[in-house]
């Protein structure tokens, strides 16, 4: 099955710097990557996802990246805001259904802005 | 008011009690999902449902068990036999086509004592 590893697992930024974080998958036949956002005590929230027939893809402040070469992918955040602190997953489709298998999940990232 | 409702939002029991974990989607999509997320770790899945009456096993099934009669719900039961029960337990749901977005309920929190 699919492996998804997620790098950092804490990051620290100022606020209005970038933060970007990186995942790597294991499937080359891997086709869907989403992103998550999580709040304390929440359910995650899709924020970004990209296809594998595009490279980049963003969304105001937001963007990510794959390179289907190397098998891995990157969440870009600019200028970030004290609202962006959060736990950000990763995720890959755990089979070869495209993700109607459901996802396979990094560990996350906590993402804390400092003002 | 559409979306995906889990209940309840905390739930204490003893342990080797049975407990069900409800969820309900308003949204028409066709799977289902339940996932765990322990603290610092990522979500794991528990069982799967694609359609109606049918469900396969996720990477934790051991100590669940799921049932699929309506579209909507897809209820998760905690039984005794799982070992390390206390967690926070998501259900998630998606139309059954390659690539679609899952989404996910509040979450429900389980503490077995």
């Known amino acids: 099955g699919e492996n998804v590893e997620q790098h950092p697992s804490t990051l620290s930024v100022q606020e209005g710097d970038s933060a970007v974080i990186k995942c790597t998958y294991s499937?080359?036949?891997?086709?869907?990557f989403p992103w998550y956002k999580q709040e304390l005590g929440k359910g995650p929230q899709l924020i970004i996802d990209?296809?594998?027939?595009?490279g980049e893809k963003k969304d105001q402040r937001i963007a990510v990246t794959l390179n289907k070469t190397a098998k891995h992918f990157s969440l870009h955040i600019t200028e970030t805001q004290p609202e962006d602190s959060a736990v950000y997953f990763c995720?890959?489709?755990?089979?070869?259904?495209?993700?109607?298998?459901?996802?396979?999940f990094g560990k996350g990232t906590h993402l804390i802005i400092q003002p | 008011d559409g979306g995906i409702t889990q209940s309840p939002k905390y739930l204490f029991r003893k342990e080797g009690q049975n407990v069900t974990l409800s969820c309900e989607q308003n949204?028409?999509?066709?799977?289902m999902y339940w996932y765990r997320q322990d603290p610092g770790q990522g979500l794991r899945l528990i069982y799967y449902?694609?359609?109606?009456?049918?469900?396969q096993k996720g990477d934790i099934a051991e100590g669940y068990s799921v049932s699929r009669e309506k579209k909507e719900s897809f209820p998760l039961t905690v039984t005794s036999a799982q070992k390390n029960p206390t967690a926070f337990y998501l259900c998630?749901?998606?139309?059954?086509?390659?690539?679609?977005?899952?989404?996910f309920g509040e979450g429900s929190w389980l503490t077995v004592v």
């Open positions: 998630a749901s998606t139309f059954s086509v390659s690539g679609n977005t899952i989404y």
């Open positions: 449902s694609q359609i109606v009456n049918d469900f």
């Open positions: 990209i296809r594998s027939n595009v």
């Open positions: 499937d080359s036949a891997s086709n869907y």
């Open positions: 995720a890959a489709p755990r089979g070869k259904g495209g993700g109607a298998d459901g996802l396979t």
């Open positions: 949204l028409n999509h066709d799977a």
